[in-house]
């Protein structure tokens, strides 16, 4: 009876084991299958939703300018450090300084990281001291990050009677303007309002190239708002050559290349007038700014910014920023980009009725 208990209590107990081990079993084949599904989930987040698929950088500026070269640099590097390598093609949408590329990235452009826009620094601040209705702020769009830091110059011909800001203070100097939006036409109604200068802006060439013409046929003495950067990409012979005299700098600080040229903000007398021309100068941080559609995913957003810096650091694209712009690249990465963007329109609004009244809304 003992013996025949106890066969029974051994052959349950070997029932339960082999139980136990069966169920350790599909618990191990599910445990791997997840593994492998999760496998197969990772690698397809390592090919990204890039695979297979065009990125887009609308450029907001004209063939040859500073923008368009910097634009079509990225176009051949960025897309190597993108999940799944996409090709990345340049598209030129200028207009209105930038505006244009800024309306169709709210309005019409996929919000999937597929179109980036590249433009200059003007259309930055443009909502933020226009008067025309406008639906959106430039801190509502997704920063990708900027090519680098940069210092805008007042400018004129060589041969021209203005060589220096004071002779600008004295007698009518004529600028060639791109738009409302960009900093070719708000920089000289801006010191024209601080610091009594006496620019006479002449507004409506399309671009960079086109503003570069008219000085050389003598329409206008010179331009205003001229990034260091741009200059030297677009016509670094005409630095080499000493074809301009260099008025004024537009910047948070000077140049180090620069240094012999006065700063705007050393010179305006009141603490109103510089606060309004901080607004302005700011995004001279974030010199050739990439920006995508509000609302993009989170994880687009890292890989775009991500790409984006580590393109730069592509020692084949750094020696060919450096070759073309005459320096290296030294980009801001789109998070810091975003706080730039966020800071500047939270700016006190008895500051911005100011600086709208000066440029008389920037239409």
Request: glycine share 10%; charged share 20%; net charge positive.
């Amino acid at each position: 009876m003992q013996t025949t208990a106890a066969a029974s209590l051994r052959a349950k107990t070997f029932r339960l084991a082999a139980i136990a081990r069966a169920s350790s079993l599909r618990a191990l084949l599910l445990a791997g299958g997840a593994s492998l599904c999760a496998g197969g989930a990772l690698a397809q987040s390592a090919e990204g939703a890039f695979k297979g698929r065009v990125v887009t950088i609308g450029i907001g500026g004209t063939a040859g300018g500073g923008i368009d070269i910097g634009a079509r640099m990225m176009a051949r590097f960025w897309g190597k450090y993108l999940p799944g390598n996409p090709t990345v093609t340049p598209q030129l949408m200028p207009g209105a300084g930038g505006v244009r590329l800024v309306e169709h990235l709210y309005a019409v452009a996929p919000k999937d990281g597929t179109y980036v826009g590249a433009f200059a620094t003007g259309p930055i601040v443009e909502p933020l001291i226009s008067n025309r209705e406008v639906k959106y702020k430039i801190s509502d769009f997704t920063a990708i990050g900027a090519l680098e830091k940069d210092v805008s110059f007042c400018t004129t011909w060589h041969t021209s009677p203005i060589k220096t800001i004071e002779d600008a203070r004295q007698r009518e100097v004529t600028v060639a303007g791109t738009g409302a939006a960009s900093s070719t036409d708000i920089f000289p109604l801006a010191l024209n309002a601080t610091l009594g200068t006496k620019f006479r802006l002449i507004s409506g060439y399309v671009g960079t190239q086109e503003t570069i013409m008219a000085i050389e046929r003598g329409e206008t003495d010179g331009r205003c708002g001229w990034g260091w950067s741009s200059l030297k990409s677009s016509k670094p012979d005409w630095v080499r050559d000493k074809k301009l005299n260099f008025l004024i700098q537009l910047g948070l600080e000077k140049h180090p290349e620069a240094q012999d040229v006065p700063l705007a903000l050393d010179l305006i007398p009141t603490e109103e007038g510089k606060q309004m021309m901080r607004v302005l100068v700011a995004p001279q941080n974030i010199t050739r700014p990439y920006l995508a559609p509000p609302g993009l995913p989170a994880e687009r957003v890292r890989e775009l910014r991500d790409g984006f810096m580590a393109a730069l650091k592509d020692p084949a694209l750094a020696a060919e920023f450096t070759k073309v712009m005459g320096e290296e690249p030294s980009p801001t990465h789109g998070a810091d980009m975003q706080k730039i963007l966020v800071d500047m329109y939270a700016t006190p609004p008895d500051v911005v009725a100011k600086l709208k009244a000066v440029l008389g809304g920037a239409k």
